[in-house]
């Protein structure tokens, strides 16, 4: 009887299955993620704030139709994965970008939700099983969840391979080594699986921002320079074929171990309360230590007698220079490529400068921000590229002096 009720349950479960193509889609979404809120930011020039609203009130209505809807449909599910991946980057750009939260704040803040969600989850639920998520509360308890692995892989991406210098491509390698390192710990030494797949979630956040950035940043910032709206078109294909196939094949609707899974939650729950005690104290240990080891890398590159900004900005203040002399010409082909220029130049000093003074770097970082949507706008308005690359030109002449 047990049985046949925990099947009727999966029926009306409302999440797929945990398959090769679930991990698959989940990257490509991520990778989404990362790649589309940049391409509606800069490409289109819609600015930061306006992309927020935008891809949130697109990402409340879809989510209103995933609750609606009484089972898992394949293209509802994953477009509020989509969707939730671009508003939860942007939660995290705009604490860093607006408002001028650190990252390292925002990753112990999101890091802190994060935990608290799974807490109030399971003291609710007794399980984190996404095999599950079959009453309203728990579904909200998963989309809470989500969110949170978004914004904190957002916050902790961008905080090693931006602002402590790893790089895209070397942050994307120390993830899927990580991820390796924890499906041999599920193979080999029985890590359980309910925490196997939240650490595995919580670290394709930061891989597929990785691997977004990887492809679409200019070559000249170490990248491959796809552009993000070519690497958005590829990705948001890829991501419409595996729906198509998973909505007809069904592939992810059929479960094959759900009483094996509720056995196990039930008679190891000391067991597991351990491996996840020990988990969480070897992230702690490898985060705190990789930070240190990188931000004192960077310290070791910066003077020391240097407490502001004056006289470090020189080369900044002659690309935009040159930006506007381009833009004056009305010769916005050049304007481009001064902007991919300074973009790159900028991220490759943002380690040294931010170290010296973070404020300062932040406020110079959103001028930055908004010649460069300026700019690369499909149909670039010339009063608003003057207007951005001079206020810029204020803020880096100012903190050069």
Request: contains cysteine; charged residues 15%; glycine residues 6%.
């Amino acid at each position: 009887m047990k049985v046949n009720q925990d099947k009727m349950k999966f029926l009306l479960n409302k999440v797929p299955e945990v398959t090769i193509f679930f991990w698959i889609i989940k990257v490509l979404c991520t990778t989404v993620g990362e790649t589309f809120a940049d391409f509606l930011n800069f490409s289109l020039g819609y600015g930061l704030s306006l992309t927020t609203m935008i891809m949130g009130i697109a990402f409340f209505i879809v989510l209103y139709f995933q609750f609606r809807a009484t089972k898992y449909i394949p293209g509802i599910y994953w477009l509020t994965v989509v969707l939730i991946s671009v508003f939860g980057t942007l939660v995290t750009d705009n604490l860093t970008d607006n408002i001028g939260i650190p990252l390292e704040t925002s990753t112990i803040v999101f890091s802190v939700l994060l935990g608290l969600t799974f807490l109030c989850w399971y003291l609710s639920e007794k399980t984190l099983s996404i095999h599950s998520i079959y009453t309203r509360r728990r579904e909200v308890f998963y989309w809470l969840t989500i969110l949170f692995t978004f914004a904190l892989g957002t916050a902790v991406g961008d905080l090693f391979s931006e602002q402590l210098g790893l790089g895209y491509l070397l942050t994307g390698i120390t993830v899927i080594m990580i991820i390796t390192c924890v499906f041999l710990a599920r193979k080999f030494m029985k890590l359980d699986g309910i925490l196997t797949f939240w650490i595995a979630y919580i670290l394709t956040r930061p891989l597929g921002a990785s691997l977004g950035d990887y492809l679409s940043q200019p070559i000249n910032n170490g990248a491959l320079g796809l552009g993000t709206t070519i690497t958005s078109i590829i990705f948001l294909i890829a991501i419409l074929a595996i729906i198509i196939f998973l909505a007809v094949t069904e592939f992810d609707t059929t479960s094959k171990h759900i009483t094996a899974e509720t056995n196990q939650a039930i008679g190891s729950k000391k067991h597991v309360l351990m491996q996840t005690v020990v988990v969480l104290c070897i992230f702690f240990v490898v985060g705190i230590g990789g930070y240190v080891g990188l931000n004192n890398h960077i310290a070791s590159q910066t003077d020391a007698t240097q407490a502001t900004l004056a006289g470090q900005l020189t080369d900044f203040v002659q690309i935009e220079s040159d930006m506007l002399n381009d833009i004056n010409a009305n010769d916005f082909a050049m304007a481009k490529k001064d902007a991919d220029n300074l973009e790159h130049q900028w991220d490759t000093s943002e380690p040294k400068l931010r170290k010296i003074d973070g404020n300062t770097w932040t406020q110079i970082d959103g001028t930055i921000d908004v010649v460069l949507a300026a700019v690369r706008s499909g149909s670039p308005d010339d009063s608003k590229c003057k207007s951005a690359v001079n206020d810029s030109l204020s803020s880096l002449n100012k903190a050069n002096k």
